[in-house]
């Protein structure tokens, strides 16, 4: 494909599929990606591989590059099929619950497949759902009464961007923190509450004693959803 940056090659959600073959096993790059997503879900991103791909497909791996040309285009597979389930968020009349929506559904989506959180943050993802949800999410704030122009939503998009991945990674984290060290959050509290307690004593830390023993403690998805509602308060001030 001619650009005004050189020649590139197609994305992988532009390329036809390869004529489907019957044997030995038929796939499709939407097969892939589900099985590849089973195998991140179970192993995490380090223990896929194009290699372990094709031997739960049941192909050779060269049978693979097909339809992919490197892990890279893989994993845009996989992003982009987790972007489809988010995709499916209600759209409401209310710019503010569509919005609610679509955000509660990334967090189900990340806490059911840990190892999208890992690819969170960097470059933006451009699959055609990922854009779906872009396009609806940035529709539904630019509602927003604080949002006057195309600069202003570019700022809300961002800081609400950066909460939400912000906030997925922190609580993935802490589940696989749990799972490695067999010890969770309530667990670790109890384990540090003596030596905690005894530092509050000594009067150096006021304002962490009144969080520490004044502040609400919300379960994660309340947690999420509080902090989700004040940003919104604020872009709607």
Known sequence: MDTPYGSAPLPVWERPEPHPRSAPVPLSRAKIAAAAIQLA???????????????????GPMRLYDYVVNRSELLDLMVD???????????????????????????????DHEWFSDLLGGR?????????VGESTAAALSQAPAVRDIDDLQRIVGALNAFVIGALRREVTERRTARTTGTDVTTWQKTLGPYLTRMLKTGRYPTVARLVI??????PEETFHHNLITILDGITS
């Open 214 to 219: 004044d502040g609400a403690h919300l379960n």
């Open 81 to 111: 099929a987790i972007y489809a389930q988010i995709a499916e968020a209600d759209q409401h009349s209310q710019w503010r619950a569509t919005v609610l929506a679509i955000y509660h559904r990334t967090r189900d989506a990340t806490l």
């Open 41 to 59: 879900d179970v192993h995490g991103l380090d223990g896929l591989s194009v290699r372990k791909l094709a031997k739960e497909l049941g192909v």
């Open 124 to 132: 933006p993802h451009l699959g055609p759902h990922a854009l779906a």
